[in-house]
């Protein structure tokens, strides 16, 4: 079975320091995603990472996947207030079903 | 272009009370999936749809029902609403396949009193 795990749950950061938030996973997997969540709203996608060594950036948020070590981890540079909310990542292997990690709630303090 | 739309938004229920939760895509997606969010629990699979005409059993099933009623439409009911079942639902949908990336609507609040 499939396990997640976000590090940290919470996180409160001033603006422009830079933070990672780490996702581990228990076994194999082929496509990680990274969504996030703005309080009260729904879920929307960031990033899809297939494979190993991939590396993805879209403005101040940089997603990497190293399948060796079961790790992602989400970058986030020179943080601005716009970019609280709730950062979620998902895997599946195959037709496994997308297991969840459990969200790390980011909260950027002017 | 709607992307997946859920109805209702917020719903108060009765404890043994019914209903059915709307949901309802347009970008031509195969697969469709409902989940339940709780508190520091990310989000749990109640079932899924991979394709019209198909459905199957997710994480947590137990007390729903679903309805794929056609490629666009994917329905969940709560036949006998239990306080446990109190919860933020959320549809999505994937164009690719059946775990590709997913398209999520807005969610519905169910409070189940």
């Known amino acids: 079975e499939l396990k997640v795990e976000q590090n940290p749950l919470f996180l409160s950061m001033q603006e422009g320091k830079n933070y990672t938030i780490y996702c581990n996973y228990s076994?194999?997997?082929?496509?990680l995603y990274w969504y996030r969540q703005d309080p009260g709203k729904s879920l929307e996608s960031l990033f899809v990472l297939l494979s190993n060594g991939a590396v993805k950036q879209e403005g101040r948020l940089m997603a990497s996947l190293d399948t060796k070590a079961r790790l992602s981890t989400l970058h986030i540079t020179a943080a601005v207030h716009d970019l609280s909310a709730t950062y979620f990542c998902?895997?599946?292997?195959?037709?496994?079903?997308?297991?969840f990690g459990t969200g790390t709630r980011l909260t950027i303090i002017p | 272009n709607a992307g997946v739309t859920q109805t209702p938004k917020f719903q108060v229920l009765k404890t043994g009370q019914s209903m059915t939760l709307q949901c309802a895509q347009d970008m031509n997606h195969n697969s469709m999936y409902w989940y339940r969010q709780d508190p520091g629990m990310g989000l749990r699979l109640i079932y899924y749809s991979a394709s019209e005409g198909t459905t199957d059993k997710g994480e947590v099933p137990n007390g729903y029902n679903v309805s794929r009623l056609n490629k666009r439409e994917f329905s969940l009911r709560l036949e006998s609403a239990a306080p446990s079942q109190t919860s933020v639902y959320f549809c999505?949908?994937?164009?690719?396949?059946?775990?590709?990336?997913?398209?999520f609507g807005q969610g519905t609040r169910l409070t189940v009193v």
């Open positions: 076994t194999t997997s082929d496509r």
């Open positions: 999505a949908s994937s164009e690719e396949g059946i775990w590709t990336e997913a398209f």
């Open positions: 998902a895997l599946t292997f195959g037709n496994e079903k997308l297991t």
